[in-house]
């Protein structure tokens, strides 16, 4: 996928210059995305949450599933309420993240909507139920992680705080990861590749609310 072709590139902010510093482009990044993502009008995020389930039920890692670890999204990310209802209605385990003291990492078990705490202010939502141990990650069958920017090489931009790249470190060897950002968010790797660091955990599919793609991670 080719930024130029797909339309998207004028619209991608991209303030990286030769020389700088993988750490200084990152953060650059995030503020940019960011703060285009907290523009998106709240009806066309809803909008975005049913088409994101549509895609993802068509991705055959997510579909055969019986355990998945997943998000719940925070009012800008890319929503996943539509996906936590529609996976609870076919059966299949959920796995939320539950954060811990600085990085301490932990999951629980989502048992609906009318559970999920806001634990503190920027937190994602998590369970209320009891934790099951950062090890409970072995038992997912795939990872739909957030993201703020994906390339195609699979290189994810997070949030910045390296939970995620710990914690899919700890999943099983050959689990699918895959990721959740809108259209304009996958950067082409050749043109715009996004800055990545020795311990950066690549995801193998992108997924936005109008298709998935493989990557070659």
Same mark, same amino acid.
């Given at each position: 996928m080719r930024g130029d072709s797909t339309g998207t590139s004028a619209r991608q902010p991209y303030p990286i210059f030769p020389g700088m510093e993988v750490a200084e482009a990152k953060d650059e990044l995030r503020r940019e995305i960011r703060a285009r993502r907290a523009s998106r009008p709240p009806r066309l995020r809803?909008?975005?949450?049913?088409?994101?389930?549509?895609? /993802? %039920?068509?991705?055959?890692? =997510?579909?055969? !599933?019986?355990? +998945?670890? *997943?998000?719940?999204? @925070?009012p800008t990310e890319p929503s996943t309420s539509e996906l936590l209802e529609r996976l609870a209605a076919r059966g299949a385990r959920i796995l939320l993240p539950v954060l811990g003291a600085g990085l301490a990492r932990d999951w629980a078990e989502y048992t609906g909507h009318g559970d999920l705490r806001e634990r503190a202010p920027g937190r994602p939502p998590e369970p209320g139920g009891p934790t099951l141990g950062p090890e409970?990650? /072995? %038992?997912?069958?795939?990872? =739909?992680?957030? !993201?703020?920017? +994906?390339? *195609?090489?699979?290189? @994810?931009?997070?949030?910045?705080?390296?939970?995620?790249?710990?914690?899919?470190?700890?999943?099983?060897?050959?689990?699918?990861?895959?990721?959740?950002?809108?259209?304009?968010?996958?950067?082409?790797?050749?043109?715009?590749?996004?800055?990545?660091?020795?311990?950066?955990?690549?995801?193998?599919?992108?997924?936005t609310p109008e298709r998935w793609q493989d990557l070659p991670a």
């Open positions: 809803a909008q975005a949450s049913v088409a994101f389930a549509d895609v /993802l %039920e068509t991705v055959p890692a =997510v579909l055969e !599933a019986k355990v +998945v670890a *997943t998000y719940a999204s @925070r409970a990650i /072995l %038992e997912a069958d795939v990872v =739909v992680a957030p !993201a703020l920017a +994906v390339d *195609t090489r699979g290189v @994810r931009l997070g949030q910045g705080g390296g939970w995620y790249d710990r914690t899919l470190k700890q999943a099983r060897s050959g689990v699918p990861v895959v990721a959740m950002v809108f259209p304009e968010e996958i950067y082409d790797a050749v043109e715009r590749p996004l800055p990545v660091e020795n311990h950066d955990m690549p995801v193998h599919v992108v997924v």
